[in-house]
């Protein structure tokens, strides 16, 4: 068995919070190349979050692996102060190690697999947004036959998928076996800022198909401290979605949390690696596509998913989208509502305006 573990934190960012200084690339990269329980790596960046693409055959949720990725993070903090990089270390909300890095403030998707004779994965990274903002495309990749054609015509898909739904507020999960169950799980999931699709199983076999981080970093600090900026891996091809039908659901830039401040909506825009800088009201939200063929855990790529023309028209859409929901400026829906404002600095404005209401 393989394990692909995907750890992800913003430990600082250069200028702001648009983009990653090559020193934290370079200072996690030494760390990783001497450690003997990793099979490979591949240490990237989207915006100003660093990427850790992990492979090796400990399972998830290993302490050596997640206390390895905390001391990359740590190391890389150390660094970002050194260049007074910008809210450097901001994503670590503990000062020691606890045996399991998902709740200490990074972002974790990890999934153990049997490789197959071809194994085509994709990770998926997102900047400025919150992981609800995999629930459209990852609803569409593996439920909607529109997106999707193996599920109408591919026999090994046609019974449909496992859909297990995490309940971020109250952690509770629940499963939905789709198609079947559709309409109930979309009563969820229409709520991103809540409810998050977690994984995806094949209905035939129980294979996994997808998983995501589903870490929110205000809920855990219990304050403003910067978006999640989730990320996911996704198994492709032979009795998964194909590689364009996992892309195809990001031809449609939907409205996603967390621009400016984390307390806007703007378009989820798919760019090639190069472009995911966000500049523009610290946005908009981003998402990068880096594909891998596994080589017995060695990641051969990457290849840059969305570098290519046929996604020229989503980010002239996006940046339309993105125009006309900036001429909200302060006002609902371009500003979030007033529930998932509570984590922003918004209540301390709020507050001080209380003893000026006389009663109507
Ligand atoms: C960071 C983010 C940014 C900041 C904004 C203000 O995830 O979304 O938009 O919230 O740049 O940052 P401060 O309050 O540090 O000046
Ligand atoms: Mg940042
Ligand atoms: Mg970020």
Same mark, same amino acid.
């Given at each position: 068995?393989?394990?692909?573990s995907v750890i992800k934190a913003d430990v600082g960012g250069y200028?702001?919070h648009?983009h990653m200084h090559p020193a934290l690339i370079e200072t996690a990269k030494s760390i990783l190349s001497s450690n003997n329980i990793l099979?490979d790596s591949h240490i990237t960046s989207c915006g100003d979050d660093l990427e850790l693409i992990l492979t090796h055959?400990k399972?998830?949720?290993n302490q050596d692996i997640h206390k390895l990725a905390w001391n990359v993070f740590e190391k890389c903090t150390a660094k970002a102060k050194e260049l007074k990089l910008y809210g450097a270390g901001q994503d670590l909300l503990k000062d020691t190690f606890s045996g399991n890095i998902k709740g200490m403030g990074p972002g974790v998707?990890?999934?153990?697999?049997?490789?197959?004779?071809?194994?085509?994965?994709?990770?998926?990274m997102?900047?400025?947004?919150?992981?609800?903002?995999?629930?459209? $495309?990852?609803?569409?990749?593996?439920?909607? %036959? &529109? /997106?999707?054609?193996? +599920? =109408?015509?591919?026999?090994?898909?046609?019974?449909?998928?496992?859909?297990?739904?995490?309940?971020?507020?109250?952690?509770?999960?629940?499963?939905?076996?789709?198609?079947?169950?559709?309409?109930?799980?979309?009563?969820?999931?229409?709520?991103?800022?809540?409810?998050?699709?977690?994984?995806?199983?094949?209905?035939?076999?129980?294979?996994?198909?997808?998983?995501?981080?589903?870490q929110?970093l205000?809920?855990?600090?219990?304050?403003?401290v910067g978006?999640?900026d989730?990320v996911?891996?996704?198994?492709?091809?032979?009795?998964? $979605?194909?590689?364009?039908?996992?892309?195809? %659901? &990001? /031809?449609?830039?939907? +409205? =996603?949390?967390?621009?400016?401040?984390?307390?806007?909506?703007?378009?989820?825009?798919?760019?090639?690696?190069?472009?995911?800088?966000?500049?523009?009201?610290?946005?908009?939200?981003?998402?990068?596509?880096?594909?891998?063929?596994?080589?017995?855990?060695?990641?051969?790529?990457?290849?840059?998913?969305?570098?290519?023309?046929?996604?020229?028209?989503?980010?002239?859409?996006?940046?339309?989208?993105?125009?006309?929901?900036?001429?909200?400026?302060?006002?609902?829906?371009?500003?979030?509502?007033?529930?998932?404002?509570?984590?922003?600095?918004?209540?301390?404005?709020?507050?001080?305006?209380?003893?000026?209401?006389?009663?109507?």
């Amino acid at each position: 068995m393989i394990t692909l573990s995907v750890i992800k934190a913003d430990v600082g960012g250069y200028v702001g919070h648009s983009h990653m200084h090559p020193a934290l690339i370079e200072t996690a990269k030494s760390i990783l190349s001497s450690n003997n329980i990793l099979i490979d790596s591949h240490i990237t960046s989207c915006g100003d979050d660093l990427e850790l693409i992990l492979t090796h055959k400990k399972g998830v949720d290993n302490q050596d692996i997640h206390k390895l990725a905390w001391n990359v993070f740590e190391k890389c903090t150390a660094k970002a102060k050194e260049l007074k990089l910008y809210g450097a270390g901001q994503d670590l909300l503990k000062d020691t190690f606890s045996g399991n890095i998902k709740g200490m403030g990074p972002g974790v998707a990890e999934i153990e697999f049997e490789e197959r004779p071809s194994e085509p994965i994709l990770i998926f990274m997102a900047d400025k947004t919150e992981p609800g903002a995999w629930n459209l $495309p990852v609803f569409k990749m593996f439920a909607d %036959p &529109f /997106t999707t054609a193996g +599920l =109408v015509i591919d026999p090994k898909i046609h019974d449909g998928f496992i859909f297990e739904i995490h309940d971020v507020i109250e952690n509770k999960k629940v499963d939905f076996a789709l198609p079947k169950e559709m309409y109930d799980m979309l009563a969820l999931i229409g709520q991103p800022s809540r409810y998050v699709i977690k994984s995806v199983r094949r209905s035939s076999d129980n294979e996994i198909g997808a998983v995501t981080s589903t870490q929110r970093l205000n809920l855990m600090a219990g304050r403003y401290v910067g978006k999640d900026d989730p990320v996911m891996i996704v198994r492709t091809q032979s009795g998964f $979605p194909a590689v364009g039908e996992a892309l195809e %659901p &990001f /031809t449609f830039p939907h +409205l =996603v949390a967390g621009w400016m401040r984390g307390s806007h909506h703007g378009p989820f825009m798919p760019c090639a690696q190069k472009q995911a800088n966000p500049t523009r009201f610290d946005g908009p939200p981003r998402v990068i596509c880096l594909g891998f063929q596994l080589n017995n855990g060695k990641l051969l790529g990457p290849v840059d998913m969305f570098d290519d023309v046929s996604f020229d028209h989503v980010r002239h859409q996006a940046n339309k989208v993105a125009d006309y929901m900036r001429r909200h400026g302060p006002f609902e829906p371009g500003r979030l509502d007033a529930n998932n404002m509570e984590y922003t600095t918004l209540p301390d404005v709020l507050k001080k305006l209380e003893n000026r209401f006389k009663p109507l």
